[in-house]
């Protein structure tokens, strides 16, 4: 496992040649270009999957849920919109968002920025369902 004493620290040690798009096989996550990249995994524990991941203007990650694991995200930078269930917050640095399990949850930057961003599930493997295939609708 990595030891990391700062946030700086994970941002410098990312790259683009350390994260992966997620698509798990299934073409209908294709125009999903979140990128992300697991700083403590299956691999380093049996309870927490933690990590980094962004989007860059105009990307979205998709509407979905996860039937059997909650899941969590604390904006480092920039700025996107989230969608949980029919709520819509403003992610700007500082903001923490929490998912439940099943609660259907999408991201929209739609600023001129990348929104950069940490992630956590409580297990280390979980079901991930896709809801639609298209631009995530917040409402604005």
């Not at 294709?30 to 991941?53: C, M, T, V």
């Not at 409580?122 to 809801?131: D, G, R």
């Amino acid at each position: 496992m990595k030891n990391w004493g700062r946030a700086q620290d994970i941002k410098e040690w990312w790259t683009m040649e350390n994260s992966t798009w997620y698509h798990g096989g299934d073409k209908r996550w294709l125009p999903d270009k979140i990128r992300w990249q697991r700083i403590i995994g299956p691999e380093d524990s049996e309870d927490l999957i933690f990590g980094i991941a962004e989007l860059d203007p105009g990307e979205y990650h998709l509407l979905h849920y996860h039937e059997d694991a909650s899941e969590c995200y604390y904006v480092l930078e920039g700025r996107a919109w989230f969608r949980v269930d029919d709520e819509v917050i403003d992610g700007t640095p500082g903001t923490g968002i929490m998912m439940r399990p099943k609660a259907k949850h999408a991201i929209l930057n739609d600023s001129d920025e990348k929104v950069v961003f940490f992630f956590a599930f409580p297990k280390p493997s979980y079901e991930t369902e896709l809801v639609e295939t298209t631009k995530p609708d917040m409402g604005l």
